[in-house]
């Protein structure tokens, strides 16, 4: 019988660590554009020989899988694998994510470490399985196109430990030593219900300047706080959580032990940055705001130490989320680009490209197209000013946060006949003054398993 596509589902799940499955619960990838769970390089060198016609001997190199994969924005699987590129932060100490542990894991920053999932492929027609352990996202796109029909899509360029066949889920792959992945007893997920968020879902918009004093807070010199997209974090200077900030009954938005999420509904009305402002005075030697009504998620994300015991901590002046929104989009893509470096080595007698995995340095960029209206953007290339802050929103689904973009490129052709386009790319850095603030180059709302 003819294999088709329309049988195949995917589903996901996290790993405990990299390329080891807990084999508990699977998760539906959500709607497949593109997916290849048997992009299998084996890497075969041909050796040539004095005295034979042709190579007489074929040497094996490490197996190297890859693993292509485009899904529509639906559920949350698109978040589980944005996260992948992105990484995953341990909000608070008891944040886990596998095999129930309760916590809040988020995809606050980029991170130094492998956040990793097994793919798992089922045949609904034949019953057979492909799963992918190890599965570590190298470039991630989302993508949304405003001048035809479609969804707005994530593509994934991803690598993986091993790729293997099962007629029934259960495999022999042992990358461990604990046991080979085992899912014949799991029930397959059902497709997420909701359906896949359009261009139309998006609202992606940005800012031009900041009050660099939005947010004064004096405190232990040495002290420093990250601002994420969702999450203010505060830390003493041993990298320990500042215990002042303990977690509040009646739904503070103290929600762990140095941890202030800024998404709370006190910050929704009224003076926002004053109410944060009153929550850290209530433990900080003093905090003052210059900026009264803006809302908090709308500092600039990044890291900033007490220097002296005081911090500056700059904002874009919004009452909203929503800051000048891009005119008369076209098309919109942010790519996350690792430059991840995989480790070779032998499992079980299996010489694998992609052994262990390490994260590389990222590049952030944002490429818009739009119908040309005005200058402004223009006139901020030209300039070399900076955008303090780009958001893209997409409703009750979380938003993205870029910080300090530079627009590399803008180009605006003109053609007869036809309306000015104006193509723009944006690169990331992020804020702050101390440690790794270019993590905060990027930071989302969203949370993870």
Known sequence: ?????????????????????????????????????????MNITPVPSIGQSTDAHHAAGPIDVTLPLKIALQGDGWKEMLGNAIGRTHIDDNAGGVGGVTGIDAAHCLTGDIYSHVILAKDLLSGKYTACNGVVVNEATIEADY?????????????????EDSSNGNFTFNPTGGGAMAYNDLPFPNAPSA?????????????????SNALVVTDTAGNYIEVGE????????????????????????????GVIDLNHGDYDSGNRMTTLKTDINAIATTCTENSATTDPQNLLKGIYKMTAGTVNIPAVASTTQTLTEFPNLRTVSLKITNNNTSIPGKIGGKWLQNKAMARGKADIVLDVTMTGENEDLYDKYVAGATLPLVRLDFGDNGSIALTNGTITSF???????????????????????????????????????
Do not use: W
């Open 147 to 163: 001048t035809a029909g479609g969804f707005v899509t994530l593509e994934a360029q991803c690598t993986a430990q091993f790729s």
């Open 230 to 257: 969702r999450y203010m974090r505060f830390f003493k200077e041993n990298d320990n959580p500042d215990d002042g900030y303990a977690v509040g009954g009646g739904g503070t938005p103290i929600v762990a032990e």
């Open 411 to 449: 180009s605006r052709p003109l053609t007869g006949g036809g309306e000015v386009v104006d193509t723009l790319s944006i690169k990331f850095r992020g804020n702050g003054d101390y440690r790794n603030y270019s993590a905060f180059a990027i930071s989302t709302d969203l949370t993870l398993q």
């Open 1 to 41: 019988m003819v294999r088709k596509a329309q049988d195949i589902q995917a589903a996901y799940e996290l790993e405990s660590t990299y390329g080891d499955a807990p084999d508990t619960t699977l998760y539906h990838l959500g709607l497949l554009d593109t997916f290849d769970p048997r992009a299998i390089e």
């Open 195 to 211: 359906t896949p968020l359009l261009p139309s879902d998006l609202t992606v918009s940005y800012s031009t300047t900041t009050v």
